[in-house]
């Protein structure tokens, strides 16, 4: 299939012409993006926790890891 560069135009031609949205249809649809908004935010900052969390124990589980065995810790600590 070749597209020309002038097919989104050719497109434009056959598309039905648009009607206004009704106030009540942008009202429910600015009420939905609020509240997925909301939702996301919340779970972005879940997230956020949970991360902290994990690092937080990765942390202390190195820490205690150096107290036991120091080589150990550095094979844990090597980057491969």
Same mark, same amino acid.
């Given at each position: 299939?070749?597209? %020309? ?24 649809? %600015? ?37 036991? %065995? ?11």
């Amino acid at each position: 299939m070749n597209f %020309s560069p002038y097919e989104p135009f050719i497109f434009r031609l056959y598309m039905r012409e648009r009607k206004p949205i009704p106030a009540e249809v942008l009202d429910k649809r %600015s009420e939905l993006l609020r509240a997925w908004t909301a939702y996301k935010t919340e779970q972005h900052a879940k997230d956020l926790q949970l991360i902290d969390r994990m690092e937080y124990a990765q942390h202390k589980a190195l820490q205690e890891l150096l107290e036991e %065995s120091p080589e150990l810790y550095k094979k844990a600590i090597e980057v491969s």
